[in-house]
């Protein structure tokens, strides 16, 4: 078998493997959603989307945008590729939300904006470096708001989320030791070395997460919180701030599981939180049905309104 022979077969190989890892992406999704639908009443639940009121749905799907709007800002504040406008992170920002929801999560969306960037500028260790950064600076806001919210419910005497409680903050400091421990072995793999690109460009982004960028991360998590706020007013339900809040950090952080667009995950996080302060299961699944509907039609209309945005290489004015 020569060599190019030998080339063909191994893509054929592994166009195959991503076919199978799609098809068990998606029925690990669709398998939670039955899960779902058996603990649930889901003919409850869809009579209960029926009484949603559209304005509250419409306000939540803004709130949606507003967050990609603070997203391609954090980007833009992070510098990632030297000279492109906002309207150009904007851009890219809400197509790879609709990557993000359409395809298989935030890896997906991840990796077309970085194809992006690369498009427009020509880099791909810098932009990916900011991203990932800006991606730690994301996350770890939302770990530590879900680690904080569960230490105060705790506090106050919350009984039924005790349990859970305790299994978040577990779960976020368990994370972060994990995440500590990498840092320190790349620091001692690396001293005293010439450093790698990757490792280099890695340093140089850690080093643009400032106190505004954690200010910034902070705002989108309660925006996010606010969002599902709004979906639960929609359906008439008027709960502590603390539990929209706590069910979105919950489900953004299942967005770090490798399933088909989140499905069935983020709406098991949203029904579990939910129902621990006394919202039925089958209402906190027609909330989790609307959130997910809400996100998809914000994405679309965002996805055509980067259509119309001119973006371009050079910032009329310096950053």
């Known amino acids: 078998m020569t060599a190019q022979e030998k080339k063909v077969k191994k893509a054929e190989n592994n166009k195959q493997k991503s076919v199978l890892v799609t098809l068990l992406k998606i029925a690990v999704g ?3 959603l039955v899960l ?8 409850e639940a869809f009579a209960t989307i029926k009484t949603a009121h559209l304005g509250w749905l ?6 949606v945008l507003l967050v990609w709007s603070l997203d391609a800002l954090r980007l833009h504040w992070m510098t990632p590729i030297d000279g492109l406008p906002y309207r150009t992170h904007l851009s890219l920002a809400l197509q790879s939300a609709f990557v993000m929801q359409f395809g298989f999560g935030v890896f997906s969306g991840d990796g077309y904006r970085v194809a992006g960037y690369a498009l427009k500028s ?4 810098k932009p990916t470096a900011h991203l990932v950064a800006s991606r730690i600076a ?10 904080l919210i569960s230490l105060l419910l705790i506090f106050v005497g919350e009984t039924e989320f005790l349990d859970t409680g305790k299994s978040i903050i577990v779960s976020v400091a368990t994370a972060g030791l994990f995440a500590l421990a990498f840092l320190l072995i790349t620091w001692l793999s690396f001293r005293g070395r010439t450093l790698p690109r990757w490792v280099d460009e890695s340093r140089t982004a850690m080093k643009t997460i400032t106190l505004r960028i954690w200010l910034l991360s902070f705002a989108m998590t309660i925006l996010r919180g606010a969002s599902f706020a709004c979906v639960l007013y929609g359906l008439g339900i008027r709960a502590e701030i ?4 706590l069910a979105s950090v919950s489900a953004t952080l299942t967005a770090l599981l490798p399933v088909f667009g989140g499905i069935g995950v983020r709406e098991g996080a949203y029904v579990g ?3 621990l302060f006394g919202i039925a299961p089958a209402v906190g699944l027609s909330a989790a049905i609307l959130m997910r509907f809400v996100v998809l039609i914000a994405t679309s ?4 309104l980067s259509l119309g945005l001119k973006t371009g290489n050079q910032e009329i004015t310096a950053t």
């Open 301 to 304: 209309c965002g996805l055509f």
């Open 273 to 275: 939180i939910t129902s």
């Open 58 to 63: 419409a306000l939540g799907g803004i709130i």
């Open 36 to 43: 779902l639908f058996v603990w649930v009443d889901w003919r």
């Open 138 to 147: 994301g996350f770890s806001t939302v770990a530590m708001t879900a680690a």
């Open 242 to 245: 603390f539990v929209p809040l």
């Open 30 to 32: 669709v398998a939670a």
């Open 122 to 125: 020509g880099k791909v260790f």
